[in-house]
């Protein structure tokens, strides 16, 4: 199903300081660690959001959640699709063949190799990563649950519609 009222995180560049705090929040949460242990067993982090730094300055890459999201489109297993205003992925459905992330116009999804468990051994599989809108940690979009949104040390970054976005670039 498309909704218009599709939310994604949004950056004010002019706030911004580029200081990862958001990147950081974001793997350690939906990795279930702290900063602490994290370091000392030196876990990589998976973030779903990425800071990049350009000659204008920081710049943040994640999930636009797109009413019209062409990732949905072009997945041969249906393991992306609308679900409660958000673009949901099904890891367990992915197969791993980077379509998604190729069709991606904003370089949103990254293509990982996960080890899990099959018939008690631990094996070796490709699957996408994308922004979730840290859905799972209260069981709706909201600010209170994107781990991003509660770690930026300057109130940067706010959930908000495109027609919203629209308004504010126009
Ligand atoms: S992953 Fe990319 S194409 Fe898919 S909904 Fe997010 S921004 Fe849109
Ligand atoms: S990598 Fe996974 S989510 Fe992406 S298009 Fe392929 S099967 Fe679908």
Known sequence: MTTSENRFVHVDSSKCLGCRSCEIA?????????????ALHGHKLEPR??????????????????EDAPCVQVCPVNALYHQAGMVTLSEETCIGCRLCSKA????????????????GK???????????LCISRIGAVSEEACACIQSCP??????ITAAEYQHKIC
């Open 26 to 38: 974001c793997g350690l949460s939906h990795q279930d660690l702290d900063l602490f242990s994290a």
């Open 49 to 66: 959001i990425v800071v990049k730094h350009s000659e204008q300055g920081p710049i943040t890459v994640q999930c636009r959640h797109c």
């Open 104 to 119: 991606c116009p904003f370089g949103a999804i990254r293509v990982r190799v996960k080890s899990q468990l099959e018939g």
């Open 122 to 132: 631990a094996v070796n599989k490709a699957k996408a990563l994308k922004c979730d």
């Open 154 to 159: 300057v109130k940067a970054m706010k959930l």
